[in-house]
């Protein structure tokens, strides 16, 4: 069964960075596009950042633009968002998901359980 795991999360100040990885069980992340979604509690879910598959472009969210970077470790099946400069509003449960594009909808196929992050003083 496929399966997508989130890690990093956790609480830091406005101002810190966080790291989260998306690995994958079961099949390779290098055959596919790789997105990363947010949801804040009350709120929709967002797309944040892509990154594709085969030449590797990237899509960022207007909101997480200069901030968020996404890269991918092929060798270690994992995919990575480095997020700087966070904001109190960039607190929500983040998910990552892959799909046959990079996009910023609700396009993929599978799904991981989500990690928090919350920024707070």
């Known amino acids: 069964q496929v399966q997508l795991v989130e890690s990093g999360g956790g609480l830091v100040q406005p101002g810190g960075s966080l790291r989260l990885s998306c690995s994958a069980s079961?099949?390779?992340?290098?055959?596919?596009?790789v997105g990363w979604f947010r949801q804040a509690p009350g709120k929709e879910r967002e797309g944040v950042s892509c990154?594709?598959?085969?030449?590797?472009?990237?899509n960022y969210a207007d909101s997480v633009k200069g901030r968020f970077t996404i890269s991918r470790d092929n060798a270690k099946n994992t995919v990575y968002l480095q997020m700087n400069s966070l904001k109190p509003e960039d607190t929500a449960v983040y998910y990552c998901?892959?799909?046959?594009?990079?996009?910023?909808?609700?396009?993929?196929?599978?799904w991981g359980q989500g990690t928090q992050v919350t920024v707070s003083s």
């Open positions: 990154i594709s598959s085969s030449d590797g472009n990237t």
């Open positions: 079961k099949f390779s992340l290098d055959y596919y596009a």
């Open positions: 998901a892959t799909g046959p594009r990079c996009s910023l909808l609700d396009e993929y196929d599978y």
